[in-house]
Each structure stands twice: as C-alpha cells, then as structure tokens.
Nanobody, 127 residues
Framework: QVQLVESGGGLVQVGGSLRLSCAVS????????MGWFRQAPGKEREFVAR????????YYTDSVKGRFTISRDVAKSTVFLQMNSLKPEDTAVYYC????????????????????WGQGTQVTVSS
C-alpha cells in the first residue's frame, strides 16, 4: 500500500520560509516522478512543482519560480519543497503525490496524472 505523509507546514509571515517534506512508502520511490500541488480555500487544486525520478529535471508553475525549490532524497524516499519569500497567495493546503506512470519524463502537471496523495499540510502566510 502506497503511503505519503507530508509535514513541515505552519504559519509564517510574508517573506518567510518553510520547508515541506513528504515521506513515501510502499512504492519504488526512484522509479517515479513526484509532484507538489496545493489547494486554497474555494479553489481547485493546482500544480506547484514536479521533480523527475532522477532528480535532474524540475518544473514549476510560474507563480513560484525563483522562490520554491523541489528536491528529493532517494535514500530517505522523501521529496521536499523549499519555499522562500512566501506571499499571502501561497496560503493553501499542500499535497505531495506520485506520478501515475513509472519512468516518465517531462513536465507532467495535470492532477489526473498523479495517483497517490498524502493528507496534506497547511501553509498559512500572514501579512
């Protein structure tokens, strides 16, 4: 059974930083690309970032480019999202997820292409 457990969310002031973690079990971690999505109140879940199975390629939605960094630690089966220069519009529940297909390359951004979700971690940025 695949399980994803996110952590690291919290309340932070504008301009602050947070580092989210997502521990993955029950899946060959290094075979799958990983993604982070977020969902703000009253809005649909949206793509934030993706990292390839090798960790070499990363992709970001435009609104977080230059502020967020996705990374992965294969030995720990964990994916991270370093978030800097946070803004109020970054407030959301953040979810990590695994690619539906193993060994896939490229900027896979559609929610439907990911098939396992964690419980989410709340990020609140106060102004």
């Amino acid at each position: 059974q695949v399980q994803l457990v996110e952590s690291g969310g919290g309340l932070v002031q504008v301009g602050g930083s947070l580092r989210l973690s997502c521990a993955v079990s029950g899946r060959a971690f290094d075979f799958y690309g990983m993604g982070w999505f977020r969902q703000a109140p009253g809005k649909e879940r949206e793509f934030v970032a993706r990292i390839s199975r090798s960790g070499v390629s990363t992709y970001y939605t435009d609104s977080v480019k230059g502020r967020f960094t996705i990374s992965r630690d294969v030995a720990k089966s964990t994916v991270f999202l370093q978030m800097n220069s946070l803004k109020p519009e970054d407030t959301a529940v953040y979810y990590c997820d695994t690619d539906r297909r193993p060994l896939r390359a490229g900027p896979v951004t559609a929610e439907s292409e990911y098939d396992h979700w964690g419980q989410g971690t709340q990020v609140t940025v106060s102004s």
